[in-house]
């Protein structure tokens, strides 16, 4: 089982769709879990952090099931603007404490 | 100006060239990454180096070396390049404190190698 999976898309939408993306990690010992988003051919930037209590940003809600090792990014009124690919990350436990192991990344594209 | 930056930006170089991907920041961070990207395989670690005299292997290492010259610069060298190594490369730095592993990634190199 690789160490963290998503879906890899494409999720094709339509402007103001709601879209959720899941993502599973192998590790019950990782502790940090976070949602990056890459736009093509950059560099990739913290969309945000996820905590046990769950937690929202604007349009964005990030979830997290400790218990079944899941976690869960909604976008609500999706915008052009939120085309992009969406990196589930979570942390390395152990010697190299706050390492990163990212997934391959969940395509979304967003149409008029 | 940005605070993790890598040069050079676009390198096409031939088989079995020495190369040099410079990492600098700004943003007094200890912690300093480089990863390549390829489509279809997501971030792949390939050294990090947790403070000046501290350099460790990630996930793939193996044709790659590293220098930690001082706290704000990490380089990544190729010693003899391979095709195989044509991929997206991106240095990335870390806080690490209290529990901060947040990472911020530079602008990347795209190598091609031929």
């Known amino acids: 089982r690789k160490e963290v999976e998503q879906d890899p898309g494409p999720f094709n939408v339509p402007e103001g769709a709601t879209v959720a993306f899941n993502c599973t990690y192998s590790?019950?010992?990782?502790?940090?879990f976070f949602w990056y988003r890459q736009d093509c051919r950059k560099e990739p930037k913290l969309l945000m952090s996820v905590y046990s209590s769950g937690n929202e940003d604007g349009r964005f809600t990030a979830q997290l099931n400790r218990a079944s090792q899941y976690i869960s990014l909604l976008i609500r009124d999706s915008k052009l603007s939120d085309s992009a690919t969406y990196l589930c990350?979570?942390?390395?436990?152990?010697?190299?404490?706050?390492?990163?192991?990212f997934g391959k990344g969940t395509k979304l594209s967003v149409k008029p | 100006d940005a605070d993790v930056t890598q040069t050079p930006r676009n390198r096409i170089t031939k088989t079995g060239k020495r190369i040099m991907l410079e990492c600098s920041q700004t943003k007094g961070h200890d912690r300093m990454y480089w990863y390549r990207q390829d489509p279809g395989l997501g971030l792949r670690l390939i050294y990090y180096?947790?403070?000046?005299?501290?350099?460790n292997k990630g996930e793939i290492s193996d044709g790659y070396s590293v220098s930690r010259q001082a706290q704000a610069k990490f380089s990544l060298s190729l010693e003899s390049a391979i095709p195989n190594q044509t991929a997206l490369y991106f240095c990335?730095?870390?806080?690490?404190?209290?529990?901060?592993?947040?990472?911020?990634f530079g602008p990347g190199t795209r190598l091609t190698v031929t």
């Open positions: 180096s947790f403070d000046v005299k501290d350099i």
């Open positions: 590790n019950s010992a990782s502790q940090s």
């Open positions: 990350v979570v942390t390395v436990y152990g010697g190299s404490q706050g390492n990163l192991i």
């Open positions: 990335a730095t870390s806080d690490g404190t209290g529990g901060s592993y947040e990472q911020y």
